[in-house]
């Protein structure tokens, strides 16, 4: 069991930055594949990025490949996804995630099982 609190969110202009953290309490973060996903109004939640239990492989969604950062520090049981050059479309909830059956498994919504309350990112033109 852990659970995920987000931080970071907040309004940026197009063109800016932010840099998203999620806290986890609870046994066991260093063996979950952890991830980042977000749902805008109306649509579906989608996958952002995701990163492998040790932190050394990752996998991002083509719309964010480039401009956003994912990465961990185990020792402070916590996942930070850094934003730059966001857009407007880049506006969501932004939903920290865990997969409490691997640490390998990070590449879609589903492979997640666990998540936190979200933030929110606002990105104006």
């Known amino acids: 069991q852990v659970t995920l609190v987000e931080s970071g969110g907040g309004l940026v202009q197009a063109g800016g930055s932010l840099r998203l953290s999620c806290a986890a309490s609870?046994?066991?973060?260093?063996?979950?594949?952890m991830g980042w996903c977000r749902q805008a109004p109306g649509k579906e939640r989608e996958f952002v990025a995701g990163?492998?239990?040790?932190?050394?492989?990752?996998y991002y969604a083509d719309s964010v490949r480039g401009r956003f950062t994912i990465s961990r520090d185990n020792a402070k049981n916590t996942v930070y996804l850094q934003m730059n050059s966001l857009k407007p479309e880049d506006t969501a909830g932004y939903y920290c995630?865990?997969?409490?059956?691997?640490?390998?498994?990070?590449?879609?919504?589903?492979?997640?099982?666990?998540w936190g309350q979200g933030t929110q990112v606002t990105v104006s033109s």
């Open positions: 995630a865990a997969n409490l059956k691997s640490g390998t498994t990070y590449r879609r919504v589903t492979d997640f099982n666990s």
């Open positions: 609870g046994r066991g973060f260093t063996n979950y594949a």
């Open positions: 990163i492998s239990w040790t932190g050394s492989s990752t």
